[in-house]
Nanobody, 125 residues
């Protein structure tokens, strides 16, 4: 089992950058596919980005590709989301998630069984 704690959210102007971090407890962080999701008020939680166990593969939602970068440091039990060129529509609570299911990367939230508490990102226009 793994516990996830996000940090790094905040208020930023459009065009700015933020770096989210997600620290995981436990000794088996490298055995989990890690993802980032976000949920805006009144909307469903949506996929943002995911990274494979060994950092060999990443995938992104079309809405963030080219602006966001997911990475992980298995030695530090941490996954990151670098967010550049932020837009007001990126405003949401951002969650990191972990999956122990067989596979490379997942975009479907139902395949992630571990979730953090979320961190708020607000982008002002």
């Amino acid at each position: 089992q793994v516990q996830l704690v996000e940090s790094g959210g905040g208020l930023v102007q459009a065009g700015g950058s933020l770096r989210l971090s997600c620290a995981a407890s436990g000794r088996t962080f490298s055995s989990y596919i890690m993802g980032w999701f976000r949920q805006a008020p009144g909307k469903e939680r949506e996929f943002v980005a995911a990274v494979s166990r060994s950092y060999s593969s990443t995938t992104y939602a079309d809405s963030v590709r080219g602006r966001f970068t997911i990475s992980r440091d298995n030695a530090k039990n941490t996954v990151y989301l670098q967010m550049n060129s932020l837009k007001p529509e990126d405003t949401a609570v951002y969650y990191c998630a972990g999956s122990s299911s067989a596979g490379v990367v997942f975009t479907t939230r139902l395949l992630y069984e571990y979730w953090g508490q979320g961190t708020q990102v607000t982008v002002s226009s």
